[in-house]
């Protein structure tokens, strides 16, 4: 396989995740702690000198907007809360310290009895308020914002034509979190964006305020964007985006992620990377609506370029191109997976050289569509060395669809098991190079039926697949394991697999937990925790797990210099008791008639049941139930009872107090007091799964007395 890494690069996304997502919500209570009850300290106004705000005379109330005059310092002590009355906000033009700790942060918020997003105009920081850093970022002097939470502003940070740190800081419910205007090294790392509008955002046009200009050198690193509107929103008109990186963050549940570019003309690319993020749960991936050009003068070979992403789960598209005009993209080592989208090209590409390799795009609900119009399409992409696993055709049953365009090349890919009626469909007059791909097959004819071109329509190109791979290409990521199925037993779970096709396959590794998706952090196995090495084998057992609990499973395979997959499609599987821990009368044919009483009786069990709780069959349409059971041999002192909770949940299950066994050949008695319509077995014995049951006395709720009537039920651990 290629050397990239990516097996790396998803693990430490997985830890990641969980590392930020915890601390996001840790983030929420930063400001809460060590206030004293010096204050209410009320502010308003200039601040002409430096100044402190200590803990001991916190909250600040902010009365009227202040000013922190140009040369001045006002420091904001840890604990510290600064509480803003309705359209009041802060403006500096000196330098704002507010450097809270990890258990003692710093508070700004609104005022309101019942505050709302929206309620306050947040922190202005002026050109003369920014922040001085050494040659790796640290902080040095000057305006930082450091353990803040800032909430429930119209803008809660407004940084223009300056540097500026913010860091470890959480940012909630606010219409926009940050817009950044004309800046030149910003630092946003390390912070929680929850439940704001826009996150980190800028505005198109100086329609009002300060001017509009490029945006240079800014960092968003490590950071959490969570259930917001808008992540990253990014677009200037035909300025420069410089030195823009988006790297290490975890985005989920917003309904954009990233968005750079957009309506108008959109802005200029002179350097930007999108890089090492994670994807997933969100509506859209990451989209690139719109650029005007790239940045003139000395610039790098491709002004885009989006790497090591793991884009998955999303409902809309994981990945999304409109006009880029002349600036050129690198798309490479992604893994774009199990998204509701696909991955749509549009607009007017001009620039030749656009890459698209070594990604993975697997379990889509489709694949690469190139559309636009007559007049403004792509053009000039190459299709390299990416792995195609398991796609749909949702959007036109085809996965490389060519609608526009020309210049387009498709090479040295593998495709595989993808449920698409055409894994190539040109469109288009133009050939299109498909040359050294791996199609699954080597047979001509089926090739031919996985391709649409002249031979289908004469008014559109070729597609010249010849000559093609025989093999798989291991240049390419390899890909997820397939066919994957989970069979529960007693306390495990069989699971098997499809061989993966790599040659170059070195095993895989399982991964389990009692939760749905990633990651996987399952414990209690005799096996090991998740994730475990099992080798090149196509089956496993994980054994030792929690009978009645549903286990959520996936494989990834793994090669010989250790990249690895993205997870198979997951599996679920509940480990239950096997039938001769069970006894169970099973649904009688006729369990009618039926009516609530007291049944008692024994049952002699014909190999050992293992019982912490009673099903009773209701007759259908009704609620019937136990409402009381008790089972017992007091010879071997033997006893458990188990009680009705009502109508809540599955109320035709009750438990034991304890762990009922009940040895092969004991007789024990029952004592069974049912309610509503349970069903019926009327026989005065039955012969049921795991022993016979016997009615010694039944009296209904009429005390009319019966001889013949046993209660349809099951015993056993679930």
Known sequence: MKKKDKQKVWIVAVVFTALMVASAFAMLAI?????????????????????????????????????????????????????????????????????????????FTSNAALPNEGDWGGIRIRPTAGTTFDGNDNYINGSVLDYVTIKYATTGLYIFNTAFLVTHSSFLNNSIAIEIRTTNHIVIKN?????????????????????????????????????????????????????LDIANNEFLGNDIAVEIGGGGYGPKAHSIFVTNN???????????????????????????????????????????????????????????????????LYGSHYVSGQVFRYNCVAHNSYGIN????????????????????RNSGNNSNNLINILYGSGFQVSYNNFLN??????????????????????????????????????????????????????????????????LTATAGDSDINLSWSANPETDLAGYKVYYDTDSGYPYDGTGANEGDSEIDVGDTTSYQLSGLINGVKYYVAITAYDTTGDGSWYSIEETATPIVLLEKIFDTGAPANPYPSIMGNHTGTIRPNHTVIATKLYTYPCVGTGGHTEYAKIWNKTIGECAVAEWNGYIGDYHNISFNKTLTLEEGVIYNYNIRTGSYPQIIHEPSFNATGGTITCDKFIDANGKIYYDWIPAIRLGAW
């Open 31 to 107: 400001g809460i702690v060590g206030v004293s009850a010096g204050g209410p300290t009320y502010v308003s106004g200039i601040i002409s000198s430096d100044t402190t705000w200590t803990a001991a005379d916190s909250p600040y109330i902010v009365t009227g907007s202040i000013l922190v005059e140009e040369g001045v310092t006002l420091t904001i002590d840890p604990g510290v809360v600064v509480k803003f009355e309705n359209e009041t906000y802060m403006k500096i033009e000196g330098y704002l310290v507010a450097q809270g700790t990890k258990s003692n942060g710093i508070t």
């Open 191 to 243: 912070n929680a964006f929850i439940n704001n509008q826009n996150c980190i955002w800028s505005i198109y046009e100086d329609y009002y305020g300060d001017m509009v200009s490029h945006i240079i050198d800014t960092q968003i690193h490590d950071n959490v964007f969570l259930n917001n509107n808008l992540g990253v929103n990014l677009n200037i008109n035909q300025r420069n985006f410089e030195a």
């Open 278 to 344: 994670w994807i997933r749960g969100n509506g859209g991936g990451i989209s690139f609506p719109q650029f005007y050009d790239k940045a003139v003068g000395a610039i790098p070979e491709y002004q885009v370029i989006v790497q090591y992403n793991i884009i998955v789960k999303n409902t809309g598209d994981p990945l999304s191109i409109g006009r880029t005009g002349n600036v050129r993209f690198l798309i490479e080592n992604n893994t774009l997976a199990e998204n509701e989208g696909g991955i749509p």
């Open 370 to 389: 190139i559309g636009g119009s007559d007049s403004y399409h792509p053009n000039d992409w190459h299709f390299y060395a990416n792995t195609f696993s």
């Open 418 to 483: 993808n449920s698409v009626t055409y894994v190539v469909a040109n469109n288009v007059s133009s050939d299109v190079p498909a040359k050294n791909n791996y199609w699954g097959t080597t047979i001509t004819s089926q090739i031919d039926s996985m391709i649409y071109d002249y031979y289908d329509d004469f008014e559109y190109g070729k597609v010249l697949y010849n000559p093609i791979l025989t093999a798989i290409n291991t240049k390419a990521p390899i890909s997820p394991p397939t066919d």
